[in-house]
């Protein structure tokens, strides 16, 4: 693993300046280009929609029930991934379209809007592989740095992940209902039941969907559409658990201790989010069925600009990183989750066995 990067004084804030600079000069760029990409893009979401439960609902054999889960999962990958994450960061708030506006915009997925722009956007955005800050750290279930305690479960830890990928939905669903804490005694019952209220109604809405109307009106084809729905939410988590991840929990991603960022400037906030991320190689399909998250360096340290800007933002970022010395980790997919799949391995052991390992 790389060490972390520290910049000082008058480099820090250049570093930081150059970065401001950056920001804005894509800012002043944003306007029509971006709004007709993204519902172009909600277009092609809802027409992958309509060919894939068709698929399922009217067509015959293995050949169309096949097509029509590729098609459905790949309308809920890129709902999830494109719109609903990129539109909920508030890109495209300046639209002033209420159907495409950060506040109100829910998603195709079980997990409530409100909890996901709390947990994600604050949490998440504001403290960025914080330990103990950061409860997208590992999700609350798997060890993955040497500040984390260590306990005789997390030797289980690959078969925690493996669930989690496969229930990826429900993981980011129950995130800001904040479980841990209320079976350690540490939430009122009334906090937790206020909690779960706005999950349990919109998984109750999104199972209705998918496990019960869609089925209903396909009539005696209700077991084909209800394979062809549970088939195409799997695939749709596992290719998210697996880009998010890969984006996060690489072996060359930072940590940092709440101590490192008491009275953090923004160009030090800069830094943290480049180490603490790790870039996905690709063409432009693969990154938009990433959501442009292949990009999430940029996607940290500019979270509320356009995704697609990011490609062109990409290469500037990282020849600012390579001015400085600041390690600026890309990959192809493999690579990266590769490494992804390691680090779950190294840190699932008991940390003398993990040294002795190394």
């Known amino acids: ?38 519902r172009r893009v909600r277009g092609l979401v809802q027409g992958s929609a309509i060919a894939g439960r068709s698929l399922l609902m009217f067509g015959w054999g293995p050949v169309s029930w096949v097509a029509g889960v590729i098609a459905l999962a790949t309308a809920k ?9 990129n539109v909920m960061h508030g890109q495209y708030d300046w639209m002033n379209d209420p159907s495409l506006h950060s506040a109100t915009y829910e998603w195709d997925i079980v997990c409530d809007g409100d909890h996901w722009r709390h947990s994600h956007n604050v949490e998440h955005h504001n ?3 914080v330990i103990g800050k950061d409860h997208d750290f590992g ?30 939905q429900w993981g980011v669903a129950v995130h800001d209902i904040k479980i841990g804490r209320f079976l ?8 937790f039941r206020e909690r779960m209220r706005p999950f349990l109604r919109k998984a109750g809405r999104q199972l209705f969907k998918d496990y019960v109307l869609f089925p209903a009106l396909a009539f005696w084809q ?14 749709r988590n596992l290719w998210t658990n697996a880009i998010i991840f890969c984006g996060h929990f690489t072996e060359q991603v930072q940590t940092y201790t709440p101590r490192e960022v008491v009275d953090e400037t923004r160009g030090q906030w800069y830094l943290r989010q480049i180490q603490g991320s790790s870039n996905l190689e690709g063409g432009p399909w693969f990154h938009l069925l990433t959501g442009e998250l292949s990009y999430q360096i940029e996607h940290h340290l500019f979270p509320d600009l356009p995704a697609p800007r990011y490609v062109q933002m990409a290469p500037q970022v990282r020849d600012i990183c390579a001015r400085y010395g600041v390690h600026y980790n890309s990959g192809g997919f493999w690579k990266q989750y590769g490494g992804v799949l390691a680090r779950i391995l190294r840190y699932s052991l008991p940390p003398r066995a993990k040294l002795a390992a190394a």
């Open 1 to 38: 693993m790389n060490p972390k990067t520290r910049l000082y004084g008058d480099e820090l804030a250049a570093f930081e300046a150059e970065l401001d600079a950056l920001r804005l000069s894509v800012l002043e760029q944003v306007g029509d280009t971006d709004a007709r990409h993204i």
């Open 77 to 85: 990958i890129v709902e999830n991934m494109e719109i609903g994450h």
């Open 127 to 129: 403290h960025t592989n």
């Open 139 to 168: 999700y609350g279930m798997l060890r993955l740095s040497d500040q984390q305690r260590w306990s005789k479960a997390t030797l289980l830890q690959p078969l925690w992940y493996a669930l989690l990928a496969i229930n990826f």
């Open 184 to 191: 350690k005694g540490r939430m009122p019952k009334a906090e």
């Open 222 to 235: 209700w077991p084909r559409v209800l394979l062809g729905n549970l088939a195409a939410n799997l695939i």
